[in-house]
């Protein structure tokens, strides 16, 4: 290996997180910092808490650092990921951010339907349109995209949710064609019931009867197959979606 290889090598794949202030986003950043990548921990409005977990994560000696933009807002996105590829491409991307804000659909309010599409679709296409040509330069990459069972399966009062996910599915597997050549990977995780975040309140007889494997999954569990879809090991999987839900579907 020549001088030029060891150090490209050497240098860690530089990931970021969207929405990792949350329980999920957290687990994510922590296990892909402990898997060496340089991990930036985005957030919107909760700066405070991304910098508490990028410190937490330097203090462990893995590298990373915090910053905030709201993806929903295209200008401010590509600002803030101009800003960031002023130190390299991005070559691991996790879509994680998502919202949701349930209704009966005869009953949902026009703004809730903008509100999930925003975060969850519109904020996939700001933040990996902004970053994926430096990425493609590169010629490795991987793109993540946190999705969700009920973009597989339905779920009564979240037809914006599952509209907003079904589609970063479908977008997924488009972009995975597009860039296959560049040896980079597009992937979906689609959890089901995750003791974190949005499923944090259910009645744990509930989870009983719907789940086969008779308990919620765990951030770490997902993170654990984030991290795996990261890595090299990973780089003939590309264009899935992949359910982590203890076999409910």
Known sequence: MNATARASS???????????????GSAIARRLARDGAHVIVHANSRLDAATALADELRAAGHSAEACSFDITDRDATFAGCEALLAAGPVQILVNNAGTHDDAAFPALREAQWHKVIDVSLNGFFNVTQ???????????????NISSMTALAGNRGQVNYAAAKGAVNSATKALALEVASRGITVNA???????????????????????????????????????????????????????INGAMI
């Open 189 to 243: 995780v689609a959890p089901g019931i995750i003791a974190s975040g949005m499923a944090e309140n259910f009645d744990p007889a509930l989870i009983e009867r719907l789940v086969p494997m008779k308990r919620a999954g765990t951030a770490d569990e997902v993170a654990a197959l984030v991290g795996f879809l990261a890595s090299e090991q990973a780089g003939y999987i590309s264009s899935q979606i992949i359910s």
């Open 130 to 144: 902004a970053l994926i040509m430096p990425m493609i330069r590169t010629r490795w990459g991987r793109v993540i």
């Open 10 to 24: 050497a240098t860690p794949k530089r990931a970021l997180v969207t929405g990792a202030s949350g329980g999920l």
